[in-house]
C-alpha cells in the first residue's frame, strides 16, 4: 500500500522559508514521479511543482516560479519542496502525490495522480 506522509508545515512570516518533506513507502520510490499541491480555504486545490522520476524533469506552476524548489532523495524515498519568499498567498495545506504508473515526466494535473498524502499546513503571516 502506497503512503506519503507530508512534514515541515507551520507558521512562517512573510518573507521567511520553510521546507515540506514528504516521505513515500509501499513500493519502489525512484520508479514514479512526485507532485505538490495546495489548498486554500475556499479555494480549490491547485498545482505547484512535480518532479519526474529521475529528477530531470521539474515543472512549477507560474505562481511558485522562482521562489519554491522541487527535490528528490531517491535514496531517502523523499521528496522535498524549498519555498521561500513566502507571501499570505502561499497559506494553504499543501499535499503531495504520486501517480499510480510510472511514467517519464512531471505531471501539472491533479487527475494525474493517484495517491495522496494527508496534508500539511502552510501559515504565512503578514
Known amino acids: 500500500q502506497v503512503q506519503l506522509v507530508e512534514s515541515g508545515g507551520g507558521l512562517v512570516q512573510a518573507g521567511g522559508s520553510l521546507r515540506l518533506s514528504c516521505a513515500a513507502s509501499?513500493?519502489?520510490?525512484?520508479?514514479?514521479?512526485m507532485g505538490w499541491f495546495r489548498q486554500a480555504p475556499g479555494k480549490e486545490r491547485e498545482f505547484v511543482a512535480a518532479?519526474?522520476?529521475?529528477?530531470?524533469?521539474?515543472n512549477y506552476a507560474d505562481s511558485v516560479k522562482g521562489r519554491f524548489t522541487i527535490s528528490r532523495d531517491n535514496a531517502k524515498n523523499t521528496v522535498y519542496l524549498q519555498m521561500s519568499s513566502l507571501n499570505s498567498e502561499d497559506t494553504a495545506v499543501y499535499y503531495c502525490?504520486?501517480?499510480?504508473?510510472?511514467?517519464?515526466?512531471?505531471?501539472?494535473?491533479?487527475?494525474?495522480?493517484?495517491?495522496w498524502g494527508q496534508g500539511t499546513q502552510v501559515t504565512v503571516s503578514s
Open positions: 502525490a504520486s501517480p499510480r504508473g510510472s511514467f517519464s515526466g512531471a505531471y501539472t494535473e491533479s487527475n494525474q495522480y493517484d495517491f
Open positions: 518532479i519526474s522520476w529521475s529528477g530531470g524533469v521539474r
Open positions: 509501499g513500493r519502489t520510490f525512484s520508479d514514479y514521479a
